[in-house]
């Protein structure tokens, strides 16, 4: 086949994943690359797996600061105008190119791509997941000052109402122009149908299991977890729930971020530092540097609200290493409880108490870590989440 990919993704596991499918589908078929020059281009080099790369050129506008911050709802909503024409030169572009199919990737402005709504080309859309921010309440933060104003003039703000309206209208357009949906778990699945009304097929991600693999080195006395410095990913949760551990079991707290919100950055900071617990963050890390660190974690620790699969606790079982997470979102369909980890509900004591136990039960530990290894290896590989993928875009292709 003839595949044209779209992707306007920044830095982190979407990046990823869909790196790890361009460079294996590109074994069997012709790639061609299509992205925004606003794209994560450097974490994953796409270009030695695809026939060509074509780069648009997208520059957003300014953030206004205080007090003319509400100013950049209006810069948004003239963003959204220049992506939706831009998406329509690519669909043309696309359309023109004879390809099979288009595999379009999330944006990260739009979340469903505007291109989806004017492709003629069969269209297979992997939806990540929904647009969080048009369809969740924020995670409350102190930070946020006057948050009870704030909330009261979003309320009256015509430059947000605007914005979210046209945001809302091209994500719900744009996902329901796709020829099929793959979604990257069940519970994905759930939220795309409640949201848009959409049946989305569930197709995996997959691990890398030769690069994610035991290195036999010896483990350090810290905890990990990985992801994004930014609400959603509840780290606050953690540093609450470690701080319940007695003090001679409470281990450092190591956080390995492909981004960081400098206000979160410093409330987690305080928060641990109020708490008693140490707390090293690190960003931009190389792979080599992450496998490490799971290698050498004495446990994973992974709390974030609702994520729609979670790749970490795949990655921490693809190196042997045990993972306590919170009984929410995709992690409950890649790990087994009390095989591969324990899964607890979002209370800081039970998952204090949890973390505790594999810091006291050493065999326990490895021997959830081995079994975890073991349940990645039968379950989760990249050819199986390929080839799943590849029947989706040769059926869609044929259709």
């Given at each position: 086949?003839?595949?044209?990919?779209?992707?306007?993704?920044?830095?982190?596991?979407?990046?990823?994943?869909?790196?790890?499918?361009?460079?294996?589908?590109?074994?069997?078929?012709?790639?061609?690359?299509?992205?925004?020059?606003?794209?994560?281009?450097?974490?994953?080099?796409?270009?030695?797996?695809?026939?060509?790369?074509?780069?648009?050129?997208?520059?957003?506008?300014?953030?206004?600061?205080?007090?003319?911050?509400?100013?950049?709802?209006?810069?948004?909503?003239?963003?959204?105008?220049?992506?939706?024409?831009?998406?329509?030169?690519?669909?043309?572009?696309?359309?023109?190119?004879?390809?099979?199919?288009?595999?379009?990737?999330?944006?990260?402005?739009?979340?469903?791509?505007?291109?989806?709504?004017?492709?003629?080309?069969?269209?297979?859309?992997?939806?990540?997941?929904?647009?969080?921010?048009?369809?969740?309440?924020?995670?409350?933060?102190?930070?946020?000052?006057?948050?009870?104003?704030?909330?009261?003039?979003?309320?009256?703000?015509?430059?947000?109402?605007?914005?979210?309206?046209?945001?809302?209208?091209?994500?719900?357009?744009?996902?329901?122009?796709?020829?099929r949906v793959l979604v990257n778990s069940v519970h994905t699945q759930t939220n795309v149908r409640r949201i848009y009304g959409?049946?989305?097929?569930?197709?995996?991600?997959?691990?890398?299991?030769?690069?994610?693999?035991?290195?036999?080195?010896?483990?350090?006395?810290?905890?990990?977890?990985?992801?994004?410095?930014?609400?959603?990913?509840?780290?606050?949760?953690?540093?609450?729930?470690?701080?319940?551990?007695?003090?001679d079991k409470r281990l450092p707290l190591h956080l390995i971020c492909n981004y960081a919100e400098e206000q979160e950055r410093?409330?987690?900071?305080?928060?641990?530092?109020?708490?008693?617990?140490?707390?090293?963050?690190?960003?931009?890390?190389?792979?080599?540097?992450?496998?490490?660190?799971?290698?050498?974690?004495?446990?994973?620790?992974?709390?974030?609200?609702?994520?729609?699969?979670?790749?970490?606790?795949?990655?921490?079982?693809?190196?042997?290493?045990?993972?306590?997470?919170?009984?929410?979102?995709?992690?409950?369909?890649?790990?087994?409880?009390?095989?591969?980890?324990?899964?607890?509900?979002?209370?800081?004591?039970?998952?204090?108490?949890?973390?505790?136990?594999?810091?006291?039960?050493?065999?326990?530990?490895?021997?959830?870590?081995?079994?975890?290894?073991?349940?990645?290896?039968?379950?989760?590989?990249?050819?199986?989440?390929?080839?799943?993928?590849?029947?989706?875009?040769?059926?869609?292709?044929?259709?």
């Open positions: 086949m003839k595949v044209a990919v779209y992707h306007n993704l920044h830095s982190g596991g979407a990046v990823h994943t869909s790196w790890e499918q361009v460079r294996r589908l590109s074994e069997r078929h012709q790639i061609v690359l299509f992205a925004l020059s606003t794209a994560d281009r450097t974490s994953y080099d796409f270009r030695p797996y695809v026939a060509e790369e074509r780069v648009r050129m997208f520059h957003p506008g300014p953030e206004f600061q205080r007090p003319w911050g509400r100013l950049s709802w209006i810069m948004r909503t003239v963003d959204l105008l220049r992506l939706w024409k831009l998406g329509e030169e690519l669909a043309r572009e696309i359309d023109s190119g004879g390809f099979d199919v288009a595999l379009a990737q999330p944006c990260q402005f739009t979340q469903s791509p505007p291109v989806l709504r004017y492709l003629a080309t069969p269209t297979v859309y992997y939806c990540q997941e929904p647009l969080r921010c048009l369809y969740e309440a924020p995670i409350p933060r102190p930070y946020l000052h006057g948050y009870p104003i704030r909330r009261t003039l979003d309320k009256v703000d015509l430059g947000l109402h605007l914005y979210r309206s046209l945001a809302r209208w091209n994500d719900q357009r744009a996902i329901r122009s796709a020829t959409v049946n989305g097929t569930v197709c995996y991600h997959g691990v890398d299991a030769e690069r994610f693999r035991p290195l036999s080195q010896d483990r350090d006395s810290y905890l990990l977890s990985v992801g994004a410095l930014v609400p959603h990913k509840g780290f606050d949760f953690l540093i609450d729930a470690l701080a319940r551990l007695p003090s410093q409330y987690l900071s305080n928060l641990a530092r109020e708490r008693g617990l140490v707390l090293t963050i690190r960003e931009a890390v190389s792979d080599g540097e992450l496998i490490e660190a799971y290698n050498r974690a004495s446990v994973v620790l992974y709390a974030p609200y609702r994520e729609p699969f979670g790749l970490v606790p795949l990655e921490a079982m693809a190196c042997g290493t045990p993972v306590v997470a919170v009984r929410e979102g995709g992690v409950q369909e890649t790990m087994i409880d009390r095989q591969t980890g324990i899964l607890v509900e979002r209370d800081p004591e039970e998952f204090s108490r949890a973390v505790r136990t594999l810091l006291e039960e050493e065999a326990l530990a490895r021997q959830y870590g081995s079994q975890g290894r073991m349940h990645v290896l039968e379950n989760w590989s990249w050819e199986k989440a390929v080839h799943e993928l590849e029947t989706h875009l040769l059926q869609v292709a044929e259709s």
